[in-house]
Each structure stands twice: as structure tokens, then as C-alpha cells.
């Protein structure tokens, strides 16, 4: 009895999460992009949306840990809840461009840098070279970190030790781990 009632709790725990209106991921461009590189984006974005609106997801960003405590690194100053609700407070708007990276840039950065964006741009621009070797499922990460440097959001641009867990790296993580799951 005990056991069922605290399923029970932690059941309607996780259904309040959810927001009224579910969050929606649309696609506003897709640049450079040939039909099955498109066929796999808009995979990657239904599994975003799915993933961004499951309560598992919810709850995860919530108790994120930091440092011993549930917070991200470079979190802006926000508590994991209110980074949820700043990623949850409008679509999620694409607007994405494959490009390659030049030679010069793929030897400096050893092998490249997967994308880069910025909150004062509309677009993203996605290295064709990591879009082409990764899954639907860490594409689906890749547009929730990219996403996530579009509302402010910072990282370490070495790989420091905080690095994996800013909010870009902790929640693209998230989604793509989530998104490579049995349930998805």
C-alpha cells in the first residue's frame, strides 16, 4: 500500500508538469539540406518535441546536478525550474543551414565544430559532416543545445570539467538520450 501510494504521488507529480498547451517545435528553413537530410531532420524534430513535452524530461532538467546541488553550470543565474520554463515558454523556431566546415577549420579544431548560433541570429548552422554521422535521436540533443545558446545560454568553449554540465550540453544530453530510449 505504502509503495502504491508513493507511485501514486510521484504519478501526479510528474502529470503536473506538463504545461496546458504542449510544446511544439517548428521548422522555419532548412538550407543546404538534400531530401534524406530532411527526412532526417524532421525526424529529430518529432523526437524533440516528444521529448520536450514527456514529463520524464520535466522531471529530469528539475533535478539536474551541479556541484553537489541541483542547478546547472552557466545557468545565468536561474534555478533548474526557472531554465524549464524559459525553454518550455515558446516554440522551439528552426531555422538551420548544413554547411561544411573549410580544411583549414577541421584541422585547427580537430575535426570541426558540430554548430554554432547565437541569441542575436535566426539561424543555426550544423556542420553536414557530424549532421550525417549522428542519429535522429542526438540530432534531436544537437537542436535542444543549439536552441538553448538562442535564449542566452552559455558554455565553457574548452572542455573544461562544468562544461557537460551547462544548460546547452546538460539538456541536449537529456533530449538525446531520451530520444534514443525504448519509449521514443
Known amino acids: 500500500m505504502k509503495n502504491t501510494l508513493l507511485v501514486l504521488l510521484f504519478s501526479i507529480g510528474a502529470a503536473g508538469l506538463a504545461q496546458a498547451a504542449p510544446q511544439r517545435v517548428e521548422v522555419r528553413h532548412l ?19 516528444k521529448v520536450l513535452n514527456s514529463p520524464e524530461f520535466q522531471l529530469r532538467v528539475l533535478h539536474f546536478s551541479w556541484n553537489g546541488q541541483e542547478q546547472f553550470a552557466d545557468n545565468g543565474g536561474l534555478t533548474n525550474q526557472q ?16 554547411y561544411s566546415a573549410p580544411i583549414w577549420k577541421r584541422l585547427l579544431l580537430k575535426d ?36 538553448l545558446h538562442k535564449l542566452g545560454f552559455d558554455h565553457d568553449f574548452n572542455r573544461t570539467l562544468k562544461r557537460p554540465y551547462s544548460v546547452p550540453y546538460g539538456i541536449g544530453e537529456l533530449v538525446s538520450e531520451l530520444a534514443s530510449g525504448p519509449g521514443l
Open 31 to 49: 538550407n543546404g539540406f538534400s531530401a534524406v537530410d530532411q527526412a532526417k531532420a524532421y525526424r529529430s524534430v518529432a523526437l524533440l518535441e
Open 112 to 147: 570541426g565544430v558540430v554548430g554554432h548560433t547565437g541569441p542575436g541570429t535566426p539561424r543555426t548552422w550544423i556542420n553536414r559532416k557530424f549532421f550525417r554521422r549522428f542519429t535522429a535521436a542526438d540530432i534531436a540533443g544537437n537542436f535542444a543545445h543549439e536552441w
Open 83 to 98: 531554465v524549464l520554463a524559459k525553454l518550455l515558454d515558446r516554440p522551439v523556431e528552426l531555422d538551420v543551414t548544413l
